[in-house]
């Protein structure tokens, strides 16, 4: 079973094993793993001299105990936290302890990345292990679908005898495919043995059928969306909308084909976890003449003029359409893309005033806040972010209980025990997911949890992963 309820039964489930005749039997406890097919948990994406974490991360932890702490993680974070989460998710490491050849980390983590809308980082790490089990299959069929390459789905689906495609599955692939005719005749089959639901029906028979149901009222709205009933809901002109399904839904809406204010809505929702590079936002918001005015239209609009003013390199213009660029993606919740986009251009500019203190703010969310700390120090900017970005917080004096929190990490604040316990133990990976959930109280307002979390982050080597958090923490609007 997966934690992901939106997935497609697009793969039949498997047969039900026979009950044992012994009542009860007693086994050692003895980890194995089968020598023909090793876990899967070891695949990734990113080796450790890119990640900085070591290939151990999991391997001293329970698989049991990984799994339930990848699933409850939360996805609604800063955006520190939701790249360094992306980053484990794809790391290359060494399984865990009890890693069976069904690879439950592996497809935790799969579903974790989907969690965070990350579906092209998803597909290619379910294609490095290669999609062999119906569970693997079942997510990289869904991500096809999502993504607009359902036709290399289903020809894959077509010649993978090792999983067995349920009815609708196999009606919609056939029409795909270009055999209408086999189509139907498997609906039909399927209707008379009672196989497919009458929803399923209604929307496989329009699927097939358009033209016969015209002047028809559009079906209800299903009560499960999966990414196959949501394909075949926009194959037959009644789509769903994406705003109030799962995130990696969005995706959904970034084509070109899609209306624009979709859109517009699909890549700032994206934009809150990440899930969308700086560069498709900016194309995104640049892309047509706003039609109208308020919400995401004005935001639009702000994001165009100080665009183009940033490309003229007037002055003049550029602090004039800054401010109300720099509210827009704040209402968005994508600073840190805008930061990514512009921030090293406007460390150039000689700003004044309002605008200049916006485009230091905006430094200290790049990569290079540091150095923006630097230049920043010789301009009156605050003491206290200036010092924190330089990873000496504490040299600075406050009053202020959040900051002093900070500070603390920064200080020689010892992570809570039981952290360093698991760190001590070589669960490394373990003791950063239960620092990140930690961290999450903070967001709550419970300061010492972010000092805890903090230190954590300081104490494993993670100083970058430390700074950019509390940097962020201090400077964007976010709560629990």
Same mark, same amino acid.
């Given at each position: ?13 498997? $047969? ?5 005749? $012994? ?10 793993? +089968?020598? /023909?097919?090793?876990?899967?948990? &070891? ?8 990640? =900085? ?17 990848? &699933? ?6 800063? !955006? ?23 690879? *439950? ?15 092209? +980082? ?15 299959? #079942? ?21 993978? !005898?090792?999983?067995? !495609? @349920?009815?609708?599955?196999?009606? %919609? ?24 639901? !009458?929803?399923?029906?209604?929307l496989l028979s329009r699927f097939l059928d358009t033209e016969l149901y015209e002047g028809e009222p559009p079906l209800p709205r299903p009560e499960r969306v999966s990414p196959l009933v949501f394909r075949m809901h926009e194959a037959i002109g009644e789509p769903l909308i994406t705003a109030n399904l799962p ?46 005015? =308020?919400?995401?239209?004005?935001? *639009?609009?702000?994001?165009?003029? %100080? /665009? ?35 921030? $090293? ?10 605008t200049d203190d916006i485009a230091f703010e905006i430094g200290l969310l790049s990569q290079n806040y540091e150095l923006v700390a630097r230049s920043g120090a010789k301009t009156g900017k605050d003491p206290f972010m200036i010092a924190l970005a330089r990873g000496a917080p504490q040299e600075v004096r406050t @009053?202020?209980?959040? #900051? ?7 200080? =020689? ?10 760190? *001590? ?32 982050? &300081? ?8 700074? #950019? @958090? ?11």
């Amino acid at each position: 079973m997966s934690a992901i309820e939106w997935l497609s039964r697009s793969i039949e489930p498997a $047969a039900i094993a026979e009950p044992p005749v $012994a009542d009860r039997i007693t086994i050692p406890e003895v980890t194995v793993t +089968p020598l /023909d097919r090793p876990s899967k948990d &070891r695949i990734g994406l990113l080796p450790s001299h890119v990640t =900085g974490l070591p290939p151990t991360i999991w391997s001293n932890s329970d698989e049991d105990t990984l799994v339930a702490l990848v &699933r409850a993680e939360r996805v609604e974070t800063l !955006p520190a936290l939701q790249d360094f989460l992306r980053v484990m998710m794809l790391a290359e490491a060494d399984p865990p302890r009890g890693a069976g050849p069904e690879g *439950a980390l592996f497809l935790a983590r799969i579903d974790k990345l989907l969690d965070l809308g990350a579906l092209e +980082p998803a597909k290619s790490l379910i294609e490095e292990a290669n999609p062999d089990t119906p569970a693997l299959f #079942r997510r990289w069929f869904d991500v096809a679908l999502l993504n607009g390459t359902e036709d290399q789905a289903c020809n894959a689906l077509r010649s993978a !005898p090792s999983v067995a !495609p @349920t009815a609708s599955a196999r009606i %919609f692939c056939l029409a795909r495919n270009g055999d209408w005719n086999a189509a139907a005749l498997t609906l039909n089959t399927n209707r008379v043995l009672g196989d497919i639901s !009458p929803a399923e029906e209604a929307l496989l028979s329009r699927f097939l059928d358009t033209e016969l149901y015209e002047g028809e009222p559009p079906l209800p709205r299903p009560e499960r969306v999966s990414p196959l009933v949501f394909r075949m809901h926009e194959a037959i002109g009644e789509p769903l909308i994406t705003a109030n399904l799962p995130l990696a839904f969005a995706h959904a809406d970034l084509r070109t084909t899609t209306a624009w204010k979709s859109q517009l809505g699909a890549v700032e929702r994206l934009a809150r976890h990440g899930a969308v590079s700086e560069n498709v936002m900016q194309d995104v918001y640049t892309a047509r003449t706003p039609a109208a005015s =308020g919400g995401v239209w004005d935001r *639009a609009e702000a994001m165009q003029k %100080f /665009d183009t003013a940033l490309k003229s390199n007037e002055i003049d213009q550029i602090a004039s359409t800054l401010p109300a660029a720099w509210e827009a993606v704040k209402s968005a919740q994508a600073e840190v893309l805008f930061a990514k986009l512009y921030a $090293a251009d406007l460390q150039e500019l000689p700003l004044q005033g309002q605008t200049d203190d916006i485009a230091f703010e905006i430094g200290l969310l790049s990569q290079n806040y540091e150095l923006v700390a630097r230049s920043g120090a010789k301009t009156g900017k605050d003491p206290f972010m200036i010092a924190l970005a330089r990873g000496a917080p504490q040299e600075v004096r406050t @009053t202020d209980p959040l #900051r002093i929190g900070i500070q603390a990490a920064f200080n =020689g604040a010892p992570p809570p025990q039981v952290l360093l316990n698991l760190v *001590a133990q070589g669960k490394l990976g373990e003791a950063l997911l239960r620092g990140m959930a930690i961290f999450h109280e903070g967001l709550a307002g419970d300061v010492r949890s972010v000092t805890d979390a903090l230190a954590l982050f &300081r104490s494993v080597g993670l100083e970058d992963l430390a700074r #950019r @958090t509390a940097l962020q923490l201090l400077i964007l609007e976010r709560s629990a």
